[in-house]
Nanobody
Framework: QVQLVESGGGLVQVGGSLRLSCPTP????????VGWFRQVPGKEREGVGC???????????YYAVFSRGRFTIRIDHGESTPHLLLNDVRPEDTANYYC???????????????????WGQGTQVTVSS
């Protein structure tokens, strides 16, 4: 299992931006997927998006409908760190955001979190109006 520790959450005003990070320095194999999820107490976990690295194929990205155009997933290869960039945030984006890693993941099909093997504890994002 891979230990994941998210960071970058906090209080942000409506319309603002945040960058969440999920360092993965112990992952050496190139074919892995990183998913971002969020959850509000009392509600089901919600997939935000996913990036899958496949050697020789490139990068596969998938975003949930609500995040398209506002959220971006990037991987800083030099630091082995996936990021989730939140732009133009809204009050309904308030949630605990966390990342997960898996190797047998299909980004779109597993948007609910199936096939991810390691999960972080999350970082809280609170959007104030």
């Amino acid at each position: 299992q891979v230990q994941l520790v998210e960071s970058g959450g906090g209080l942000v005003q409506v319309g603002g931006s945040l960058r969440l990070s999920c360092p993965t320095p112990t992952i050496h194999k190139s074919d892995y997927a990183v998913g971002w999820f969020r959850q509000v107490p009392g509600k089901e976990r919600e997939g935000v998006g996913c990036v899958k690295q496949a050697e020789g194929i490139g990068q596969d990205l998938y975003y949930a409908v609500f995040s398209r155009g506002r959220f971006t997933i990037r991987i800083d290869h030099g630091e082995s760190t996936p990021h989730l960039l939140l732009n133009d945030v809204r009050p309904e984006d308030t949630a605990n955001y966390y990342c997960a890693v898996g190797w047998s993941v299909a980004c779109e099909a597993d948007l609910k979190g199936d096939n991810y093997l390691s999960w972080g504890q999350g970082t809280q994002v609170t959007v104030s109006s």
